[in-house]
């Protein structure tokens, strides 16, 4: 039972929320051109002064450790880490997509009906790839975080990973990756789309708050984000 502050900069989304004893109590955000830079801290500042705290109340930060934005994923654990060495509190750190998913699959009226239902939030990593994992509606890894190329065959492979027969069984696919897949997904007919599903801080509480009860902590000096692939600068243009 803590007061935590949770930070998600993985994609375009800069969000914060702060959370008592698993409940939301604050929450800024905006989905907006990778403008964690400039917002962060402003947000952190905006969700204190919605609550009856002060930010030497706070008992731990969480932070979205990716996978995502190499940029966005820096300023969220610089920023967390930076919270987390001034007032000596423990860091935590949540999976992107696992929350993302969470987010999805408890939504009891629409997913609960059927058990046996699989999530796989995607978030875009460019090109035809994207950054993927597979859940199942008790928020358990099926099919563990990766890198995935989209072919004419991903949705079979899926299934193969996740070590499922049921050709009936019913995958959600939601984030900003599955939009560029789904006309190669959508072939299938247990594939089903969720549209409007962003990353946010305020679906981080019930993990982090498990973290801190689990006394799940980061070594905050060494602690880095879970970026998946090295990151690829783009070539500097040479003036002609």
Request: charged residues 20%; negative net charge.
């Amino acid at each position: 039972m803590a007061l935590i502050l949770n930070l998600e900069t993985s994609t375009t989304v800069c969000s914060v929320s702060l959370a008592k004893d698993g409940a939301l109590i604050g929450l800024k955000e905006i989905n907006g051109d990778y403008s964690h830079s400039e917002n962060l801290t402003l947000f952190v500042e905006d969700v204190m002064a919605q609550s009856a705290f002060k930010l030497s109340d706070v008992e731990a930060v969480a932070v979205s450790k990716g996978p995502g934005s190499y940029t966005g994923l820096r300023i969220g654990v610089s920023t967390a880490k930076g919270l987390c060495y001034s007032l000596n509190i423990p860091l935590i750190a949540v999976n992107t997509l696992e929350h993302i998913a969470l987010s999805v699959s408890s939504n009891e009226q629409t997913f609960a009906a059927n058990p046996s239902s699989l999530f796989c939030p995607m978030l875009d990593a460019r090109r035809m790839e994207v950054y993927c994992g597979v859940l199942d509606a008790g928020n358990n890894w099926v099919v563990p975080t990766s890198a995935e190329i989209i072919y004419e065959h991903f949705f079979s492979k899926l299934l193969a990973l996740a070590g499922r027969d049921n050709a009936e069984q019913a995958v959600y696919f939601f984030g900003d990756g599955a939009e560029k897949c789904k006309e190669i997904l959508s072939q299938n007919k247990n594939a089903f789309f969720v549209n409007d599903v962003f990353p946010s801080a305020k679906n981080m509480i019930t993990l982090s708050e498990k973290a801190f009860n689990n006394k799940q902590f980061e070594d905050t000096a060494y602690f880095e984000p879970f970026y998946l692939k090295d990151f690829m600068a783009g070539k500097k243009k040479t003036p002609k």
